[in-house]
């Protein structure tokens, strides 16, 4: 009953597929086919939204990477305890903390400038990866201590406490349950404690380690719901929460605002609630309709079982602003996208993404994985 549920990994696969090249792609062959006349509510959902505007499908990127890891630990837990015997929990330890380090220096690789050895210009969290550190801690103690009921309790404990800090907690000389871009308890703590090592931006990570636990607890009470029950009666508990949540988000809404920014406790069971949905989509195309779909699976898998490398390759920018990826095809591809006249740009991140995803399938057979 342990082994790897399909419709996980080839979300996972689609996730980094979208955020490696795949949404840029889809924006660009959109604007080529209706010649630049594409409507803009569509086009609006390739950028993120802007503070307190309606949440759009680039914003379920991180929150869905997140989500993922979580929905993966049930799997990886039954092996540690099965391999791991009575003091199962002792010699787990050691791997979390080691996962959490790298994940949280890989964050500072990526966008907090640790390469450049210039404090001066470091930031600490600012970060997807140290997001999934700090869900993934968290969520992994109580997975540790806690069966189902408890990691229930622990993710609405997170839900509430974090709505209830932003709402009612005053702040500095400010009363609580203000939600302004730079004037909210969430920020507020970041610029307390992180002074500046802060990246400049109107997110927070300190205290919404609270919400990327309940994130990453809602993909662990999913996994393990798949990994108990799978089949149609997985689907159906999936689709039925999924839908619980966006109602909840529906509700609350009218208290707390839905911010991505700071992921409200609203953003979070609106995020949430789409990322189970799609977690129902995945389990239901690739692990329950036979053999062919789960073979058409393996196109996301390939991405999918190499994420971390994906993510690396085409989120750390050089000095000159491009990422390691164009660096490495740009000097390939650039002759054949410039003969395409107008659609140049759509060519050249359409053979990007084909040659990245080369690279990944050389390794997949190989069985080749960066992981932490």
């Known amino acids: 009953?342990?082994?790897?549920?399909?419709?996980?990994?080839?979300?996972?696969?689609?996730?980094?597929?979208?955020?490696?090249?795949?949404?840029?792609?889809?924006?660009?062959?959109?604007?080529?086919?209706?010649?630049?006349?594409?409507?803009?509510?569509?086009?609006?959902?390739?950028?993120?939204?802007?503070?307190?505007?309606?949440?759009?499908?680039?914003?379920?990127?991180?929150?869905?990477?997140?989500?993922?890891?979580?929905?993966?630990?049930?799997?990886?837990?039954?092996?540690?305890?099965?391999?791991?015997?009575s003091n199962w929990r002792l010699k787990t330890t050691p791997r979390i903390l080691r996962r959490v380090l790298s994940l949280?220096?890989?964050g500072m690789l990526v966008q907090g400038h640790l390469a450049g050895a210039d404090p001066q210009h470091m930031s600490l969290f600012c970060n997807t990866l140290q997001a999934i550190a700090e869900g993934y801690l968290i969520a992994a103690v109580i997975l540790m201590f806690c069966r189902v009921r408890g990691q229930i309790i622990a993710c609405t404990l997170c839900?509430?406490?974090?709505?209830?800090?932003?709402?009612?907690?005053?702040?500095?000389?400010?009363?609580?349950?203000?939600?302004?871009?730079?004037?909210?308890?969430?920020?507020?703590?970041d610029h307390q404690l992180q002074g500046r090592w802060?990246?400049?931006?109107?997110?927070?990570?300190?205290?919404?380690?609270?919400?990327?636990?309940?994130?990453?607890?809602?993909?662990?009470?999913?996994?393990?719901?798949?990994?108990l029950q799978r089949g149609i009666r997985a689907i159906g508990i999936l689709s039925s929460c999924g839908l619980l949540c966006l109602?909840?988000?529906?509700?609350?809404?009218?208290?707390?605002?839905?911010?991505?920014h700071i992921y409200t406790t609203t953003a979070v069971l609106w995020s949430g609630g789409w990322c189970i949905l799609l977690l129902a989509l995945f389990h239901a195309l690739f692990d329950c309709c036979g053999k062919v779909p789960t073979q058409c699976a393996i196109p996301l898998r390939i991405f999918g079982c190499n994420a971390l490398l994906a993510y690396l390759l085409t989120e750390i920018h050089g000095p000159d602003g491009h990422n390691?990826?164009?660096?490495?095809?740009?000097?390939?591809?650039?002759?054949i996208s410039d003969k395409a006249g107008e659609c140049a740009a759509l060519v050249h991140s359409i053979l990007s993404l084909v040659l990245l995803w080369l690279l990944l399938f050389f390794l997949f057979k190989r069985k080749i994985f960066l992981r932490v």
Not at 174 to 182: H, I, N, S, T, V
Not at 251 to 257: A, G, I, K, R, V
Request: hydrophobic share 45%; net charge neutral; glycine share 10%.
């Open 198 to 227: 802060q990246d400049g931006t109107p997110y927070s990570w300190i205290l919404t380690s609270l919400s990327f636990a309940a994130i990453t607890l809602m993909g662990t009470l999913c996994g393990e719901t798949i990994r």
């Open 324 to 335: 390691i990826w164009w660096g490495v095809v740009h000097p390939l591809i650039y002759g």
């Open 1 to 85: 009953m342990n082994k790897r549920i399909t419709g996980i990994d080839a979300l996972r696969g689609f996730d980094m597929l979208m955020l490696c090249g795949g949404a840029a792609t889809l924006q660009l062959l959109l604007q080529y086919c209706t010649n630049n006349t594409a409507p803009h509510l569509l086009m609006q959902q390739f950028v993120h939204a802007e503070w307190g505007a309606p949440f759009t499908c680039w914003d379920l990127v991180m929150p869905l990477f997140i989500f993922i890891t979580g929905a993966s630990m049930p799997f990886a837990f039954a092996k540690y305890k099965e391999k791991g015997g």
């Open 247 to 260: 109602f909840g988000a529906h509700l609350l809404q009218q208290d707390t605002p839905l911010i991505k």
């Open 159 to 189: 839900l509430i406490s974090y709505w209830a800090l932003l709402r009612f907690v005053p702040y500095g000389c400010q009363p609580g349950g203000l939600f302004e871009p730079d004037n909210n308890l969430a920020i507020y703590i």
């Open 104 to 106: 949280f220096l890989l």
